[in-house]
C-alpha cells in the first residue's frame, strides 16, 4: 500500500480552510441575528441584519449538502 502523501495534504489543507471559512460565516449569521435583537429593543428596523444572517445560515446549509453529497456519491 502507498500513500499519496500530496493528496493527502491537498485534501487537509482544503477542508481547513473550508472548515475556517464556514466557522466565519456561521458567525457572520449569529452576529445579524444578534443586530436584529439590539435593534428590536431600540425600536428600530433590521431587515438587511436578518435577511443576512437568513443569507449566511442558507450558505452553511448549501455547503453542508455539498459536502454530504460528495461523500455520497
Do not use: H, N
Amino acid at each position: 500500500m502507498k500513500i499519496d502523501w500530496a493528496a493527502l495534504g491537498s485534501v487537509f489543507g482544503v477542508s481547513l480552510v473550508i472548515t475556517v471559512a464556514m466557522v466565519g460565516v456561521f458567525t457572520l449569521g449569529i452576529v445579524g441575528l444578534s443586530r436584529r435583537e439590539r435593534a428590536v429593543a431600540q425600536g428600530e428596523s433590521a431587515g438587511l441584519a436578518v435577511t443576512g444572517a437568513y443569507a449566511c445560515f442558507a450558505a452553511c446549509a448549501a455547503v453542508v449538502s455539498y459536502g454530504i453529497y460528495l461523500i455520497v456519491a
